[in-house]
């Protein structure tokens, strides 16, 4: 993984810093994510696939199959769960693959590779995990409640980006200038519209250079308490039950908070 943390790691501790932009920014993201699960009336049986997937990706390292997904959940046919699959595809809360059909991201996690990787040090039974975008990548932790180490690079320059989360604060960073452009222009899945443009830089130069070709460079600059706060905002909660009916235990992750 590129960005391992070195000699010259920056260790003064970042928790989450609630600016206003970063809460104006964090009012926006509830809208689509679990503001839109709560007003889409999310169904039981749906609630449980889309906790199940989220569930999985760190211990699979990927999407669980859609066998794995029938097997766990007890549903009935695969197309009773292309069609809660769908259902999600619709309000946001996955992405399928046009061609395939195939589970392509579940947010915030990614099946496609990107160059956020997010890896669990005191998690045996956790695999690497690509993140969606970086605030994505900063999200992590707070929803799987474990300790995460981010690698990542300059969405200008190419240049290695590395992060520690350690109980909800930034304990160790590089470079020393890091910080974190959010995109705000969105239209259908955020997937396709701002998660492009949600990118770690290695300095706030860097993001004005990435910033001067791009169509829509409409967005803000955070820097690391501020994102870090957008991202606990958006994602801590984000395992929890949004349907009106109580789920079951049988289709709940185990928490493994250590905060």
């Known amino acids: 993984m590129r960005g391992n943390l070195g000699a010259t790691d920056q260790t003064a501790t970042i928790g989450p810093k609630a600016s206003e932009t970063a809460r104006e920014l964090l009012s926006i993201a509830e809208s689509m994510l679990g503001g839109r699960l709560s007003q889409a009336g999310i169904r039981p049986q749906e609630e449980a696939v889309r906790r199940y997937i989220l569930s999985q990706y760190p211990l699979l ?42 589970i392509r991201l579940a947010y915030p996690f990614s099946t496609v590779p990107t160059k956020h990787v997010v890896r669990f040090p005191d998690w ?72 492009p443009t949600m990118n770690f830089f290695c300095s706030s130069p860097h993001v004005q250079a990435w910033r001067q070709p791009q169509p829509d460079p409409t967005g803000h600059e955070l820097n690391l308490g501020e994102a870090l706060y957008l991202a606990k905002g958006i994602f801590e909660d984000l395992l929890k039950v949004h349907s009106r009916t109580e789920l079951s235990t049988r289709t709940r992750p185990q928490s493994h908070d250590q905060r």
């Open 61 to 102: 390292g990927r999407a669980p199959s859609r066998q794995e997904i029938v097997a766990a959940l007890g549903l009935r046919s695969a197309d009773e769960l292309q069609r809660i699959l769908e259902r999600l595809h619709s309000i946001d809360s996955l992405y399928l693959d046009d061609a395939s059909q195939e």
């Open 124 to 195: 045996d039974e956790a695999k690497p995990v690509y993140a969606q975008c970086a605030v994505d990548a900063l999200g992590i932790p707070f929803m799987v409640g474990h300790n995460a180490s981010i690698g990542s690079s300059c969405a200008h320059c190419g240049g290695p980006i590395a992060i520690q989360v350690l109980d909800g604060a930034i304990v160790a960073y590089q470079p020393a200038e890091t910080v974190v452009w959010v995109g705000t222009s969105r239209s259908d899945h955020a997937a396709t519209s701002c998660c």
